[in-house]
Nanobody, 122 residues
Framework: QVQLVESGGGLVQAGGSLRLSCAAS????????MGWFRQAPGKEREFVAA????????YYADSVKGRFTISRDNAKNLVYLRMNFLKPEDTAVYYC???????????????WGQGTQVTVSS
């Protein structure tokens, strides 16, 4: 069982930056692939980024590639999402998720956080 708590959301102007954090409970954090997802009002939840167990592999949605960076600190049970050059269309609730399987599939995550709101003003 993994419990996930996101933080770092807020209001930022277009072109600005934010860093989201996700704190995970438990002693097996390094055994999970971690991902970030987002859900905008009236839209389905979509994949944003994922990172492998050791942090050596990352995978991004095309819409954020080159602007967002996912990273993790296994010693601290933390995963981050650095978001640069934010756009109004990045406005959404951002969720952290964890899964046991070792692949880049986005539909088999086992655990989810409660989400943190990111609002980008134009």
């Amino acid at each position: 069982q993994v419990q996930l708590v996101e933080s770092g959301g807020g209001l930022v102007q277009a072109g600005g930056s934010l860093r989201l954090s996700c704190a995970a409970s438990g002693r097996t954090f390094s055994s999970y692939y971690m991902g970030w997802f987002r859900q905008a009002p009236g839209k389905e939840r979509e994949f944003v980024a994922a990172i492998s167990r050791g942090g050596g592999g990352t995978y991004y949605a095309d819409s954020v590639k080159g602007r967002f960076t996912i990273s993790r600190d296994n010693a601290k049970n933390l995963v981050y999402l650095r978001m640069n050059f934010l756009k109004p269309e990045d406005t959404a609730v951002y969720y952290c998720a964890a899964k046991r399987t070792s692949n880049w599939s986005s539909n088999d995550y086992d655990y989810w956080g409660q989400g943190t709101q990111v609002t980008v003003s134009s």
